[in-house]
């Protein structure tokens, strides 16, 4: 595949977790309408995506300042997110995505190296990365590694510096737009599936330099980089 937008000289590969390794979004969503709605506030399942990435507390915070035109305090912050925490304890387990599992070692056999950057903190799916998909323990940068959070370039420059290669070596594979935002403009190649419920221009808009729609097309697209 001559027009590739994947680097050359690609070193290393960093994978957003929730909706790209795992098909966790519709937890989240189904989780922030109702930790909201036990706050009288109505709020969409679309912003559930357009929010996503941002650390729990800036969300609260943002969501506030929105529909009830106040500021969050940092007792309503921890109430709604710990409503929020036990919500998602009682969803159901979010299932693999279709072939990240084959891509992932797809990569690995190639010689590439393999980081997670993520802004949960859920325990439930973390504590899984290494058995699901054999990402290395040191290779995680979750929202207890950074101080900003998505759509920040902290996490994913983390990641370039953890991992020691140039930016321009890495390639990120994302499906929210602040994702995008965050790790373009930590100068990184980046790669989104629209795995959500979102346009595609949206993600094109933050900057995304090859929108495919789901995981499934991400695996051709990379055995095509392999091949030429
Ligand atoms: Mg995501």
């Given at each position: 595949?001559?027009n590739?937008?994947?680097?050359?000289?690609?070193?290393?590969?960093?994978?957003?977790?929730?909706?790209?390794?795992?098909?966790?979004?519709?937890?989240?969503?189904?989780?922030w309408?109702?930790?909201?709605?036990?706050?009288?506030?109505?709020?969409?399942?679309?912003?559930?995506?357009?929010?996503?990435?941002?650390?729990?507390?800036e969300?609260?915070?943002c969501?506030?300042?929105?529909?009830?035109?106040?500021?969050?305090?940092?007792?309503?912050?921890?109430?709604?997110?710990?409503?929020?925490?036990?919500l998602?304890?009682?969803?159901?387990?979010a299932?693999?995505?279709?072939?990240?599992?084959?891509?992932?070692?797809?990569?690995k056999?190639?010689?590439?190296?393999?980081?997670?950057?993520?802004?949960?903190?859920?325990?439930t799916?973390?504590?899984r990365?290494?058995?699901?998909?054999?990402?290395?323990?040191?290779?995680?940068?979750?929202?207890k590694?950074?101080?900003?959070?998505?759509?920040?370039?902290?996490?994913?420059?983390?990641?370039?510096?953890?991992?020691?290669?140039?930016?321009?070596?890495?390639?990120?594979?994302?499906?929210?737009?602040?994702?995008?935002?965050?790790?373009?403009?930590?100068?990184?190649?980046?790669?989104?599936?629209?795995?959500?419920?979102?346009?595609?221009?949206?993600?094109?808009?933050?900057?995304?330099?090859?929108?495919?729609?789901?995981?499934?097309s991400l695996?051709?697209?990379?055995?095509?980089y392999?091949?030429?």
């Amino acid at each position: 595949m001559s027009n590739t937008v994947i680097p050359k000289d690609l070193k290393c590969v960093i994978f957003d977790m929730d909706g790209v390794l795992y098909d966790s979004m519709k937890n989240h969503e189904a989780t922030w309408v109702g930790c909201f709605k036990a706050e009288g506030i109505d709020f969409p399942a679309y912003d559930a995506y357009m929010y996503e990435g941002r650390p729990g507390h800036e969300t609260i915070g943002c969501v506030f300042k929105e529909h009830l035109n106040r500021e969050a305090t940092q007792e309503d912050k921890e109430r709604v997110y710990n409503e929020k925490v036990r919500l998602m304890g009682m969803a159901s387990e979010a299932e693999m995505m279709p072939m990240m599992k084959e891509l992932i070692d797809l990569f690995k056999q190639q010689g590439k190296e393999v980081w997670v950057v993520t802004g949960s903190k859920q325990p439930t799916l973390l504590d899984r990365l290494n058995g699901d998909f054999g990402i290395d323990l040191n290779q995680i940068i979750s929202a207890k590694d950074v101080v900003k959070g998505k759509p920040d370039p902290e996490p994913y420059l983390k990641a370039v510096a953890g991992c020691g290669f140039d930016a321009k070596q890495c390639l990120v594979v994302e499906n929210a737009p602040l994702g995008v935002r965050s790790a373009k403009a930590a100068g990184i190649t980046t790669i989104a599936v629209n795995t959500g419920i979102l346009e595609d221009e949206i993600l094109a808009k933050e900057g995304a330099d090859i929108v495919l729609p789901d995981t499934k097309s991400l695996y051709p697209y990379v055995e095509g980089y392999f091949r030429s």
